[in-house]
Each structure stands twice: as structure tokens, then as C-alpha cells.
């Protein structure tokens, strides 16, 4: 249980996917315009990292890595350079799932979102938590799945930051050529310095 909560807390906070990797910048920066959009495209990408790293793990596990075909009778067959390929169509197909979700069940947040739900399919932090688990080599399926969510919930607390802080500061008097992206890169290299301040923690 202990390993379950150090996991998870690494994937909030020492190992954020927009403040220490700065992975998912695209949609991180589009959506995060207001606090609505942003929470309802963060939990999407927990969802999605929610299943697709599980999944993602069962297919390293028992067919792509060397030796995982063994069950089958071929314990010499390695299938481990179709990663890429296999992980990215996993995530292509959950995210057509989320799509579909959303638009039938909330069709406000739907349009609201736009063209960024379907390209959450090429959200870095999505891959890259599917790379993370693999290079990690998580014994047991529900560390993965432990380790999908937190990064999810890391990466929903960095965008409703953002959105939250980009709120307020419509009527605050930013420089001119200050305004829009510029004070927001700014403002995520100060929240990125602040969460380095997380990675001097030792989990037991």
C-alpha cells in the first residue's frame, strides 16, 4: 500500500507531467483559457491514462516485451520495436472512445473543447506516460494504473492551475507584449521552479 501512495504522489507532484517534463504543453496552453474547459479536458486525460496505461502494461507484459510470447510457445520471439506503434493506436482508440463519451453525454463541454478532445490522441503526457510505465517496469498492473492516475490527477492540477491564475490576470496590467502566451510561459516557468521544490522529498 505504501508503494501505491509514493507512486501516486510521485505522479502528482515530483514527477508532474507539465511542470517537470513539460509534456502535453499544446493542449496545457489551448485550454487553459478557463477553469471550466480545463477541468473537463483534465479529466479526460485522466481517463484516458487511466486505461490506456493499464492496458498499454498487459500488451508490454504479455506480448511485445522479449520472452512474453512464452505463454504461446514462443519464448523467443521479441516484439518490442512495435511498441510505439501498438501504444499510439491503443491511445488513438481510447481517445475516439472519450470523444464519442463526451459528445453524447455532455455536449457543452464537447463544443467547448473543440478540436483539442481528439488531440489529446497526440497529448505528449498520454505516450509519455505509456513510455514512463514501460521504462519504469512496474511489477504488478496496479502500480501502472496507479501511476496512470496520479499523472493524470498532476496533469489536471497543472491546467486548472493555469486556468485559474489566467482568470485573474485578464484585468490585471500585463505589458503589452506581455499579454496572452507570453505571461503564461512565464507563469509556468515560475510554477515549474516551484514544483522542483517536490523532487527533494524522500518517499519510503
Same mark, same amino acid.
Given at each position: 500500500m505504501q508503494d501505491l501512495v509514493n507512486i501516486f504522489i510521485k505522479g502528482v507532484f515530483i514527477e508532474n507531467m507539465i511542470f517537470a517534463y513539460f509534456l502535453g504543453m499544446c493542449s496545457y496552453l489551448a485550454v487553459s483559457k478557463t477553469v471550466n474547459t480545463a477541468v473537463g479536458l483534465g479529466f479526460a486525460v485522466i481517463f484516458v491514462l =487511466?486505461?490506456? @496505461?493499464?492496458? $498499454?502494461?498487459l500488451l508490454e507484459k !504479455? @506480448?511485445?516485451?522479449a520472452g512474453a510470447l512464452e505463454w504461446a510457445g514462443m519464448p523467443d520471439v521479441d516484439l518490442s520495436f512495435l511498441s510505439f506503434i501498438m501504444f499510439i493506436a491503443i491511445? &488513438?482508440?481510447i481517445v475516439q472512445l472519450v470523444e464519442m463519451l463526451v459528445e453524447k453525454f455532455a455536449p457543452a463541454l464537447y *463544443? &467547448?473543447?473543440g478540436i483539442f478532445l481528439p488531440l489529446i490522441a497526440v $497529448? =505528449?503526457?498520454i505516450l509519455g506516460g505509456a513510455l514512463f510505465m514501460q521504462e519504469r517496469e512496474f511489477e504488478t498492473l496496479t502500480e501502472a494504473t496507479v501511476f496512470g492516475f496520479g499523472s493524470g490527477v498532476g496533469w489536471l492540477l497543472a491546467i486548472v492551475a493555469i486556468a485559474a491564475i489566467r482568470e485573474k490576470i485578464r484585468y490585471s496590467n500585463v505589458p503589452a507584449p506581455l499579454r496572452g502566451l *507570453?505571461?503564461? !510561459?512565464?507563469?509556468t516557468g515560475l510554477m515549474g521552479m516551484a514544483f522542483m521544490s517536490f523532487m527533494g522529498i524522500e518517499l519510503g
Open positions: =487511466c486505461v490506456t @496505461i493499464p492496458v $498499454n502494461y !504479455f @506480448i511485445l516485451s491511445i &488513438a482508440s *463544443g &467547448a473543447l $497529448n =505528449c503526457s *507570453g505571461i503564461t !510561459f512565464i507563469i
